[in-house]
C-alpha cells in the first residue's frame, strides 16, 4: 500500500468540465506537491504547498488551481482544460520542504485525458 | 543554473545481468541530494535511492547501488543480477539546499529486460 494515494486513477473530461483530482498522504508530511508528466517532456512541478500554505506555483495556468486544506490532503481542480492538458499527474510528499536530503514520495499518479 | 542529464534513452539488457543508469548533474550549491525513481508503465513513481552530497560512502539498498563520483558530477545507478520486474523507466533527481522547493528530474531511461 503507497504512501500517497490519488484519486481518480483515470479521468476522461471534456473542455468544458470541471473536475477535481485528490491526494491523500499518510505518511505525517508537512509538505505536498503537483506534478505534471507530458509525454517526452520531463517531469514538471506545477505547485508546492508547506503547512498548507502554497509557496511554489510554476506559472502554471489559472485553470489549475490548487488546494490544501489540511496537511494530509492536497486537490487539483480542473476547469476548462485544452487537449495539450493530457497527461500523468503525480502528487508527491516529503517531510519538509527545505533540506537537500529531503526525499520526495509520489503517488500512483492521475491519468488525465482532455477531449 | 542546475540541471540533471540522463543520456541513455533506452536499454536493454538480458536478465540477471547488472545494468548501469548513467546520471551526471551540474549544481554550484556545495549541499545537494541525488536521487533515483522506477516509473512501471503504471505511473508511479517510486523512490529507489538517495546519496548525499557529504556522503563519504556510495549508497546502497538491496539490489540498487549508486556509483557516485563527486569530483565527475556523476550519480549512476547500478542494479545487479537484474529482473524482468526491473523493466521501466528510471529517472535520476536532484535537489540542492538553496532550493529547497524544487527536485528537478531527468529526462529518464527505459530499461527493458529481456529473458
Known amino acids: 500500500e503507497t504512501g500517497v494515494t490519488q484519486t481518480p486513477r483515470h479521468l476522461v473530461m471534456g473542455m468544458t468540465n470541471k473536475k477535481s483530482l485528490k491526494c491523500e498522504q499518510h505518511l505525517g508530511h508537512n509538505a505536498m506537491y503537483w506534478y505534471k508528466q507530458s509525454a517526452k517532456k520531463p517531469l514538471e512541478l506545477m505547485f508546492v504547498?508547506?503547512?498548507?500554505?502554497?509557496?511554489e506555483n510554476n506559472s502554471v495556468p489559472s485553470r489549475f488551481s490548487p488546494e490544501c486544506p489540511n496537511s494530509s490532503h492536497l486537490f487539483l481542480h480542473l476547469h476548462t482544460l485544452q487537449p495539450e492538458d493530457s497527461a500523468l499527474y503525480l502528487c508527491?510528499?516529503?517531510?519538509?520542504?527545505?533540506?537537500?536530503?529531503?526525499?520526495?514520495?509520489f503517488g500512483e499518479g492521475s491519468w488525465l485525458t482532455v477531449v | 543554473a542546475q540541471k540533471i542529464t540522463q543520456t541513455q534513452p533506452g536499454m536493454f539488457v538480458q536478465e540477471k545481468e547488472a545494468v548501469t543508469l548513467d546520471c551526471t548533474y551540474d549544481t554550484s550549491d556545495p549541499s545537494y541530494g541525488l536521487f533515483w525513481y522506477k516509473q512501471p508503465s503504471s505511473g508511479e513513481m517510486i523512490f529507489l535511492i538517495y546519496q548525499g552530497s557529504y556522503d563519504q560512502q556510495n549508497a546502497t539498498e538491496g539490489r540498487y547501488s549508486l556509483n557516485f563520483q563527486k569530483a565527475r558530477k556523476s550519480a549512476n545507478l547500478v542494479i545487479s543480477a537484474s529482473q524482468l520486474g526491473d523493466s521501466a523507466m528510471y529517472f535520476c533527481?536532484?535537489?540542492?539546499?538553496?532550493?529547497?522547493?524544487?527536485?528537478?528530474f531527468g529526462s529518464g531511461t527505459r530499461l527493458s529486460i529481456r529473458p
Open positions: 533527481a536532484m535537489r540542492a539546499y538553496s532550493s529547497a522547493s524544487k527536485i528537478i
Open positions: 504547498y508547506s503547512l498548507e500554505e502554497r509557496v
Open positions: 508527491a510528499s516529503s517531510q519538509l520542504l527545505g533540506g537537500s536530503g529531503n526525499t520526495i514520495y
